[in-house]
Each structure stands twice: as structure tokens, then as C-alpha cells.
């Protein structure tokens, strides 16, 4: 599996100094979180080649080596894809236009353009000029123009800022599906957990300038040890797959290890794999299987790690088989509970809000 | 209304000096333009200004200063016989140089305005596209600046034709040479022949009129344009 190295260090004068020195996979989707002014998109322009970084450093895509020391490929040489967050398409040109321009640039052809322009829906946009396309159809437009320079690596720079949710639906459908049907990888800087759990494999977690911690969405996600668990919108991400649909009550049954949970229907197959995300705040906790509950999701689990401090709420890790849930409690109704690593306890599930599945959604 | 042998040759010469002008200013002033539009600091707000210094600065200030820089005994003067063979001072090579330091801002002002205004983000996406430096140029900041360049060379060639302190300092009144429209007027009226002043004075309105015109009327056709 081919990975991108990345060692920059970068300080343009002011206060601010990035510095980042990991690898990540070069493939899939790798999210690049944390709160603005926290250094995501000038990582995205060094890497692109926009920015240029101290003379100390390496960027390296599988064997392709970006930067090296003082030897710093230009922007125009490294075949980065780059949507901005505003899009920047070229006003004096068509939709059209903005893709040939691509394309003619090109030293590979891994994209025919039709093919493109119908995945991004945009075929009937072709001859309309970027001003007269609303918010939506431009970023369509921008991922479009990236992927026509057939580059090696997409980065994407909070894509769906200016979009409305409606709008940033369809966008991450077609990522999703972009990333699932072509090989190419993607950096995509976000501060919405939520945009983030949609479309990531991988999480790098960003504060200041250095990377707080990086690793699978999955187990990032499940985990007490970093930022993610003391945010507001603070979720567990697990993964199932679809065991049964029952029409009758329009509902979907997904095996998650060895438990079933039910949710709203989805139309997949019977098997396919599918990701649930499970706000930490809409899980509470019972002793014993509470006879009769209006809530659907109750599932066994263990209690894994208390994460209580002085606070008045406590936090939860609760092991499902190998995964894991979270739970946010009252401090005083965890001490009521006398709650304790590796009690056997049983979590209510409020809400399970179904990921990835909008891709082939209208 | 027919124009006399001399009144053809000076206006000959007063379109080949705007027009050599011109192509020179453009290739001179559109690099100092862009590094204008792009630098800060305390040297570009020198250039800027000795630049700008032909705008307010009465012309036979400048063609006097140009005048003894051209004089056979300067090192100027000197080089310039060495190299060509000719003299420097009351020729046309004189003529365009002092045209185009006395048009300059005429052509720079615009395009620094206009190159300043092109969207850093516009060449970002270029340049990750595959374009480089002088590709990004001609691909996005011209056709974006194209009304500018227009108005600049414009601007470039109708100074250069209504300019005559300069040239009357540095030229002197040469026919064929150095003797351009606006010197050839000054002579008419010298020696009172006021109907072939009319014509010339005439023909100077309508041309500039007509230039004008048509620079206001190429207005606002593109609106993408950064410059209309």
C-alpha cells in the first residue's frame, strides 16, 4: 500500500508555525480535522505547492517524491488536484472551457471527459459560464476541473463551505462515490465531524500547527484519548452489515458484531457494509435489559474506559466485540449506577444515524 | 482637402513614433506592471513613483534632462555613436526614448490596477492545473486584463502623439526625422499659416475623439472581466 510522507515545517512570520511529520495511506479518504486557524488548509497549499515550506522537509506520494530538502518541486510539476473552498474557476472561460483547460495541461489522460461531466452531473452545464452557476453546480464544476488534470492525489479545502446542506449532500454523495470507483486518494480539510464521519477512512486530527493524533475514522472515533470525545457533537462511528430489511415497518436490520441494530430502511443489498454514527449523547445506560422501552437499540456491552475528571458529565468507551460506542453521562448518574471499567451493562440507543449511503440516494 | 509632401511625412512620422512607443511601453511596461502589482516595500514605491513622476513634471523638464543625457560627449551619447554609427541627440531613436519615459505611467498605471485586482486564487488553480508561470500569464491574466491592455496601449499612443515638450527639447524640428504633428502645428502657427493649422489642429481632434470613442464603447461587453 503506497503511503504519502509528509515532513513540513512551515512559519510565514506571524505567530502561526505548522509543523507535521507523519505518514498517512495514499488511499481512500484522509480527513484533515480541527478548528479553523488551526493550519489544515496551509498543510493542503504545502503540499500542493503553493506554499513553500522550510528547506528541511519531504513530501513524498507512494515513489513519487514531491520535495525533497531545498529541492521543492513548483505547484504546476506535482499533479495535485486542488478544489479550493471557493471553487476558482476561471470566469473568462465556459464550463467547458475550465475542463479543456485541464485536460490540455494533462500529462496523463486517467479521466475521459464525458465520463466526468456525467458522474459530476454537470453535462448540461457545459456551455454556461461559471458566474451563472449557483454554489453548488460550482464546486461540481471545481472537482470536475481537478480530476481532468488527472492528478495523483485530489486535495480538497473545505469544499462545502459555501454550500447549503442540500447542496453538500449531493457533493459528498459523489465523493463518496468517486472514491469508491477510482483509486485516486484524497485529503479533504474539514471542521464538520459530521461532513468528516461521511466520508473518511482516515482521521488527522489537527491543533495549532501539529497533528494531535492520526489514524482510522473508526478507532479515532471510538476513543476517550483525544479532542474528538470532548467535542459537543462527539460520536462513535461503527460498521455493520445489512442482515435483514423488514418492509413491514420500513426498518433495516444491521448486524453490528454479534448484535443486531435496527434503522430507518435503507435500499442496499442484503450483506453490503454499512457505517452507523452514534452520538455519544444519545446513548444512556441501563443495569439490566429494560423490559419495556420504546427504544429499539439495546445492546449488551462492556464498559471500557470512564473518562469523569471532576466534571459534571462523564464520558463513556463501551466495547462491542472489537468496536466501540460512546456514552455521555451525568457524573451523578454514573455514581448512582456505580459505574466501573469492565461492568456488563446495557446501552440504549437513541439514534443511529446511517453514513455512507447517499451515494446512490437521488 | 489635400496635405502637402511634408504634412504626409510628418504624419508618418508621428504613427511610426507612437507605434514604436507603443510596442516598447507594452514590452516594458508590462513586466514593471506585475512586479509593481506584486511587491511591497520601500523600492517598488520609488519605482512607483519615478514612474508616475512624467504625470505632473512639465515635459520640457524631462526632454532637457534627456537633452544633455543624449549630448555626443556623454558616456550615453558616446556608446550610443560607438554602437550605431549615428548620432543620438535630434534623431528619432532620441524621439522614442523620451516618448517612452514620458508615456510610461500612461500605460503602467493601468495595468498595475488591473493585475493587482486579478484573484491570487485564479492562479493557484492554474498552477495546480499544470500551468506555469508565463502559461498562467497568457491563460488567465491576459484574457482577464485584456481591456486594460487595450486602454494602455491606447492611452501609450495618443500621449505619445499629443507630446511635445519632449520633443520639441530633445528633437528639435528635423523633417522626416524628427519633425512630428504637433511640431509641424507649431510651426504653422509661427509663421501664421493659419488655414494648414486648422487642418492639422482639425485632424488631431478627430483623431483623438475618435480613439476615445472607441475605448469607452469596448466597455462592460465582458462582465467576467476584472477590468471593465
Known sequence: MSSLALRIDYAPGNDFRLRVDCELPADGVTAIYGASGSGKSTLLDCIAGLRRPADNGLIRLGEETWSKGAEQLPAWQRGAGYVFNEGHLFPHLSVLGNLRYAQKRSRRAAFDLDAVATWLEISDLL??????????????????RALMSSPRLLLLDEPFANLDALATRHCLGLLQRLSRETDLPMLFVSHDIEEVSELADYLVLLDSGRVDTHGPLLELCGRLDNRLAREEKAAAIVQGTIARHDGEYGLTELAVEDELMVVPSIAQDIGSTQRLRIPARDVSICLQRPGDSSILNIIPVQIAQIDGGTDARVMLRLALGSQHLLARLTRRSADALRLKVGDRVFAQVKTAALLSTRADGP | MSLNDAE????????????????????????????????????PAVIEAVVALPLILPPTVLGFYLLLLFAPDTALGRGWEALTGTRLAFSFSALVIGSVLYSLPFVVQPLQSAFAR??????????????????????????????????????????????????????????????????ALYDYVES??????????????LFSLLLLFFLYRSDGRHNWRIDS
Open chain 1, 127 to 144: 456551455a454556461r459560464r461559471p458566474q451563472t452557476l449557483s454554489a453548488g453546480q460550482r464546486q461540481r464544476v471545481a472537482i470536475a
Open chain 2, 8 to 43: 504626409l511625412e510628418a504624419i508618418y512620422l508621428t504613427i511610426a513614433l507612437a507605434s514604436t512607443t507603443t510596442v516598447i511601453l507594452l514590452l516594458v511596461g508590462t513586466p514593471l506592471a506585475w512586479w509593481l502589482a506584486h511587491r511591497r516595500g520601500s523600492l
Open chain 2, 118 to 183: 486579478v484573484p491570487a486564487g485564479l492562479m493557484q488553480a492554474a498552477a495546480t492545473l499544470g500551468a506555469g508561470p508565463l502559461d498562467q500569464f497568457r491563460s488567465v491574466v491576459l484574457p482577464l486584463c485584456g481591456r486594460s491592455f487595450l486602454v494602455a496601449a491606447s492611452l501609450g499612443f495618443a500621449h505619445t502623439v499629443g507630446e511635445f515638450g519632449v520633443v520639441l527639447m530633445i528633437g528639435g524640428n528635423i523633417p522626416g526625422e524628427t519633425q512630428v504633428l504637433s511640431i
Open chain 2, 192 to 205: 501664421l499659416q493659419f488655414d494648414q493649422a486648422h487642418r492639422m489642429a482639425g485632424a488631431l481632434v
